[in-house]
């Protein structure tokens, strides 16, 4: 089991500063693939806005993982063992309904976009897009305005 939580009362938990004045949004990243799990957080951990706080090889840790750590941003493959990103994603979204929640596939993004969406996904992205794009896109989806709800 490969299951994370950074101590979250140092650099980059809540309070803290990424030296533009904000604390940097803290990242649960799911996904069964070890190489693509662990080159997302590397990814995102080099980023002065982003912080992983979690990392989970199932749906399952996942789910678990963002009620230990109240995440910003969740990023749940689609495709994982135990349960699966789309069967996780109303849990993730009961226990934190603030955070934004990214569904990463391996797949055409269009063959699951309107049933993650419909289930509460803030976007749907496919794992070929590249690190800048990537960072870019989770960017623009966290600084968007929370639904009215």
């Not at 950074?6 to 803290?16: K, R």
């Not at 590397?42 to 980023?47: I, Q, S, V």
């Not at 749906?59 to 969740?74: I, K, M, N, R, S």
């Amino acid at each position: 089991m490969d299951r994370r939580i950074d101590d979250l009362g140092v650099a980059g938990g809540p309070g803290s500063s990424n030296g533009a004045g904000s604390a940097p949004l803290r990242v649960v990243v799911a996904d069964d693939a070890d190489g693509v799990r662990e080159l997302i957080c590397l990814l995102l951990d080099l980023e002065p806005d982003f912080t992983v706080v979690g990392r989970a090889a199932n749906g399952a840790e996942a789910v678990d993982l963002v009620a230990e750590t109240g995440p910003d941003l969740v990023l749940l493959d689609v495709a994982m063992p135990v349960l699966d990103g789309i069967a996780a994603l109303p849990r993730v979204r009961r226990l934190a309904p603030s955070a934004r929640v990214v569904i990463f596939t391996g797949f055409s993004a269009h063959t699951v976009r309107d049933e993650a969406l419909a289930l509460g996904a803030d976007d749907v992205l496919e794992k070929g897009v590249g690190s800048g794009p990537l960072v870019a896109r989770l960017r623009a989806v966290c600084q968007r305005q929370a639904p009215a709800g």
